[in-house]
């Protein structure tokens, strides 16, 4: 009798975490400039890769691209241009402003919250 009580007891004890409890969404409002582009957007500002989940935050190369792009956008005038895995988004809304037509995508619910 006493084996089944401490079997249930464990059983009791045991926690079942579903992928929501690794999952940070704790969003904030970031504001980024570039030359005299002001972009506003909702990203984590630490890295998250766990459930692929990269397209959360701004990664540094983006920001270089970013700044190259501001510099150089005449380069984009009239162009159309589409975005495979954009993440929150911070390099396609930049060239939107200077495409003639531009699409971003990402697949992830998760990082499509953010936007």
């Known amino acids: 009798m006493e084996r089944k009580e401490d079997q249930q ?3 009791e004890d045991i926690v079942c975490l579903d992928e929501s409890f690794f999952i940070n969404d704790n969003y904030q409002l970031t504001t980024f400039t570039f030359g005299s582009q002001v972009i506003q957007l909702f ?3 630490s ?3 766990d459930f692929d989940l ?3 935050l701004v990664w540094p190369g983006a920001m270089l691209l970013n700044d ?6 005449e380069m ?3 162009c159309s241009a589409i975005e495979l895995g954009s993440g ?3 390099t396609g809304i930049l ?3 200077f495409c003639r037509d531009f699409v971003l995508t990402d697949h992830n619910d998760e990082v499509l919250k953010a936007r």
């Open 9 to 11: 007891k464990e059983e």
């Open 43 to 45: 990203c984590l500002h």
């Open 47 to 49: 890295a998250s890769t």
């Open 54 to 56: 990269t397209g959360q």
């Open 68 to 73: 190259y792009l501001s510099k150089n956008d």
């Open 76 to 78: 984009l005038q009239g």
């Open 88 to 90: 929150v988004g911070i």
């Open 95 to 97: 060239c939107s402003r």
